[in-house]
T-cell receptor
Framework: GDSVTQMEGPVTLSEEAFLTINCTYT??????LFWYVQYPGEGLQLLLK?????DKGSNKGFEATYRKETTSFHLEKGSVQVSDSAVYFC???????????FGQGTTLQVKP | DAGVTQSPTHLIKTRGQHVTLRCSPI?????VSWYQQVLGQGPQFIFQ???????GRGNFPDRFSARQFPNYSSELNVNALLLGDSALYLC??????????????FGPGTRLTVT
């Protein structure tokens, strides 16, 4: 079945460092791909998405490119801030359904 | 515009009891999905409903059930609670047409603790 694998955390960075969180997926067909962020004590917020190969999703300085050849959707940010500290989830959706399949999440801690 | 709302925020139940969780979708959204998020893991899909019908079901036992009302709000019911049902229960709503069809917007969740 479909699945998502994320790099294990926690990831600890200093402010203004470059961030990469790896995400790879297994799916039949052509899924849509998402990154969600979860701040402490809150629900999930959609950060960015891409719906077809080579699409780049971007928001708030974060970006990720849908790479069909490597089945990857890595999250990047050029300069992280303390306020980016949260748990990041990669997810996929196959077809027109409400079913998202999530990775296990990666905790990011940014230190001043 | 109000986002997805869920009630209650927190709940403590005893093994064997049942629980009802409630969700109100974003205005205009007709689809509601439920997810279970165990501590330290990603959310797991439980159900999707729209037009008051079940449209998808995850790998959860029959103790879990849900329904959707004419105003598109939804309830998740869990019977015969087990310790392993302790989790954050997330509701997500989406439209079913247009450019953002099936783009899930999540509520803050209900934290269920089973003792």
């Amino acid at each position: 079945g479909d699945s998502v694998t994320q790099m294990e955390g926690p990831v600890t960075l200093s402010e203004e460092a470059f961030l990469t969180i790896n995400c790879t997926y297994t799916a039949t067909g052509y899924p849509s791909l998402f990154w969600y962020v979860q701040y402490p004590g809150e629900g999930l917020q959609l950060l960015l998405k891409a719906t077809k190969a080579d699409d780049k999703g971007s928001n708030k300085g974060f970006e990720a490119t849908y790479r069909k050849e490597t089945t990857s959707f890595h999250l990047e940010k050029g300069s992280v801030q303390v306020s980016d500290s949260a748990v990041y989830f990669c997810a996929l959706r196959s077809g027109n359904t409400g079913k998202l399949i999530f990775g296990q999440g990666t905790t990011l801690q940014v230190k001043p | 515009d109000a986002g997805v709302t869920q009630s209650p925020t927190h709940l403590i139940k005893t093994r064997g009891q049942h629980v009802t969780l409630r969700c109100s979708p974003i205005s205009g959204h007709k689809s509601v999905s439920w997810y279970q998020q165990v501590l330290g893991q990603g959310p797991q899909f439980i159900f999707q409903y729209y037009e008051k019908e079940e449209r998808g079901r995850g790998n959860f036992p029959d103790r879990f059930s849900a329904r959707q009302f004419p105003n598109y709000s939804s309830e998740l019911n869990v019977n015969a609670l087990l310790l392993g049902d302790s989790a954050l229960y997330l509701c997500a709503s989406s439209s079913i047409s247009g450019r953002r069809a099936y783009e899930q917007y999540f509520g803050p969740g209900t934290r269920l603790t089973v003792t």
